[in-house]
């Protein structure tokens, strides 16, 4: 309730405008001159930019042979202006942002996608309670895009982007995912805000695959190199 007050009083007390260049914005929160400056990232495993998105060949072979996932897509870079976007959505409650961040995934997402079902990475019960709302479902809320919530998390795990030793990001999200429903299709997409080593979309892949899924690729807004 607190979350969602601060969200309306910044509605309503702050004007709208690109957090980069400051233009007067009125739907989102990055003007079109900006938004052409993020950089296309097509493998975030082995940061290879591949001319073509293919769900058969979507990352190189050693890349596919190192993780669950079938394919790995991140649509821009994580840098200025994004992070602070995303930034600001995530640890600061801007839940306005949620809106922008949709409509820049809906645009720039591969039209290879956009007739599957996606699966949001879920955040931890007690996170949930505390941000006031589920980061990651309310994007794709706002979108035309299916999606259903066929994982819960079982594991408060710290923020990946703070833990800087390899071996602790993949111990960090070790077994943090279980099913909350047995998936019916044969093809989903999990979906993530940033991507840092991919443990987290790897460790979601896996129990989904676990559990009758035959092919899983992972889709999220940026990747943090």
């Not at 007067?24 to 290879?48: F, G, T, V, W």
């Not at 460790?203 to 035959?214: D, T």
Request: charged share 25%; glycine share 4%; with cysteine.
């Amino acid at each position: 309730m607190l979350n969602l007050l601060k969200s309306n009083l910044i509605k309503i007390f702050s004007p709208q405008f690109c957090w980069w260049c400051f233009e007067a914005r009125k739907n989102d929160y990055l003007c079109q001159e900006h938004l052409n400056k993020i950089s296309l990232l097509l493998c975030p495993i082995c940061h290879k930019r591949y001319p073509e998105i293919k769900i058969i060949t979507s990352t190189c072979q050693n890349c596919r042979s190192k993780t669950f996932l079938d394919g790995l897509f991140v649509i821009f870079k994580l840098e200025e202006p994004l992070q602070k976007l995303i930034y600001g959505y995530k640890y600061d409650l801007y839940f306005q942002f949620g809106k922008t961040l949709a409509k820049l995934l809906e645009e720039n997402l591969p039209l290879q996608f956009k007739d599957l079902i996606f699966v949001p990475i879920p955040s931890f019960e007690k996170k949930i309670n505390e941000r006031g709302f589920n980061h990651i479902e309310y994007i794709l809320k706002n979108t035309s895009l299916k999606f259903k919530s066929y994982l819960k998390k079982i594991k408060n795990t710290l923020p990946q982007a703070k833990l800087t030793n390899i071996i602790e990001r993949q111990k960090n999200v070790a077994d943090c995912f279980a099913l909350k429903q047995k998936p019916e299709e044969k093809i989903l997409v999990l979906f993530d805000d940033i991507k840092t080593t991919g443990f987290t979309l790897n460790e979601a892949a896996k129990v989904l695959k676990q559990n009758g899924v035959k092919k899983v690729f992972g889709l999220t807004l940026a990747c943090k190199i």
